[in-house]
């Protein structure tokens, strides 16, 4: 790739890139700091959970409406707006008096958010030809991938060297940077059409997004039966079923034509990252623990333990389209799908409290280029199955899938550990003192703040809770070899045997679905 045309593209590539590494660290960055934003605004737990994820609610709810409203009044446009609403909403965030503004700044910047992740990918989309198409892709998706890792570990530097304040700083300093980018580089595009805007669909879409979101988000803290839990479960299913049959009768006039889910790319893309974003998102509620409560670590070391599996995804992402082309998409999806489980089945055979972090290193690299060469071709399918005109729904609902898919794999993989915790932990407690064993049933952080209480039992409930983590943390990994075993075998079904043509008009009967891109 030479020459004047080449070096534009380039630009325009380390551009979206940079917008969508400002979305990703946001995502992860206020992990790092929940007591510390405890402490400075005087609230509990449960506000603290409602700043971060406020902003992944909004994120979720608004990308295929935002992704629609993109393609119509152009993607350069909505990307200038969402770059400076995001911009705003951060410096509004690092400079919060108080919770409710903290959680007010969020929600801006959820929206902000929202405006730009669908436009980037279809930025690319609409920008590079068919054969530098995947490449530009397998960039993207590493950002994707590896970006919350890198974000994460960035923030807990600042949050170890001077404050949770300067978090925003990475975001905001990108978005910037993004912006003036944007301003020169990036070309306009629009796609025109003879049909209204859905705003039926599009309404429909944020409640059942939202709704599904924030019960998968709130389950495990509230408790999966309680009322709010129920009510935004109830409505999310509600709302996803109207929407499915909404769409099913607009047709071509539909903000998502629900009909394209009969061909195998687009199925497959969208079961594979919603099972890999999972997985990985859960293997994240797993992992902290582990580094911080049974080895020790601090914060910042727990982060950079990550590094290794962060990188190899990043360059199995950029690999990934050669391959594919070589060998096929499916065989690429398929052979990531495996090597993502057999990470985790090592993680599950080799990890001991003993064995420390060499224990699951090996595990962590091979789903750092399991995931890697399987996200790449997925994404590349589900952006080739919709039309040209539909480019920024495509990238939403590509984002949407994995927003579920994190939510899920969180909710899923962090129950079940819990629970095999639980378990394990309770045939451990014996000669344990009554206060200090209740406070172990809670959790492994619990069990070790509880020692120092414990008098000559504090060795043996350490022992104990570290143990019993193991333990349940086995039972999640094995949890995870299961979905990774059938996802393997949904692939080697449904995945699409050939690279996907580029985009074309809409397809005017289930026949065409059924057939298309076999």
Known sequence: MTGPEARRRRAVLVTVCTALMAVIASVSGLNVAQPDLAVTFGVSQGTVLWMINAYTLTLAALLLPLGAVGDRLGRKPVLVAGLVVFGVAGVVAAFAPSAEVMVAARLLSGVGAAMIMPVTLAVITSTFPEEERGQAIGVWTGVAGGGGILGMFLSAVLVDLVSWRWLFALPVTLALAALVMTLRSVPDSRETTRHPFDTAGALTSVVAVFGLVFALQEG???????????????????????????????????????????????????????????????????????FQAVLGWSG????????????????????????????????????????????????????????????????MLAMGVGMGLSMTPSTEAITSTLPQERQG?????????????????????????????????????????????????????????????????????????????????????????????????????????????????????DTDLVDATA
């Not at 009909?259 to 890999?276: E, I, K, Q």
């Open 393 to 509: 729904v495509a990238s939403a609902l590509n984002d949407v899938t994995r927003e579920l898919g994190t939510a899920l794999g969180v909710a899923l993989l962090g129950a079940v550990l819990t629970a095999g915790y639980r378990g394990a932990v309770e045939s451990r407690l014996d000669g344990v003192p009554p206060e200090a064993a209740d406070a172990a049933r809670q959790g492994v952080a619990n069990a070790l703040g509880a020692a120092d209480d414990a008098g000559s039992a504090a060795q043996e409930l350490v022992r104990a809770a570290r143990e019993a983590f193991v333990e349940g943390w086995q039972g999640a990994m094995w949890a995870g070899v299961a979905v990774m075993t059938v996802l393997f075998v949904a692939v080697l079904v449904l995945g699409p045997r050939r690279p996907v043509p580029p985009p074309g008009p809409t397809p005017a009967n």
């Open 300 to 363: 910042l070391l727990s982060t950079l333990a990550f590094m290794p599996m962060a990188v190899l995804m990043m360059l199995a992402s950029a690999l990934a389209p050669r391959l594919s082309v070589r060998v096929g998409p499916r065989a690429t999806m398929a052979t990531g799908t495996l090597l993502a489980g057999a990470g985790l089945a090592l993680m599950a055979l080799l990890v001991s409290v003993d064995g420390g972090y060499p224990s699951v290193l090996p595990g």
């Open 220 to 290: 495990p803290e509230r408790g999966w039966t309680a009322p709010p839990t129920l009510a935004a479960l109830a409505t999310g299913v509600a709302a996803a079923v109207g929407f499915v049959i909404l769409e099913a009768r607009r047709r071509d006039a539909a903000l998502l034509d629900v009909r394209l889910f009969g061909r195998r790319p687009l199925a497959a893309g969208s079961v594979t990252l919603l099972v890999v974003f999972g997985v990985q998102a859960g293997i994240f509620v797993v992992l902290f623990p582990f």
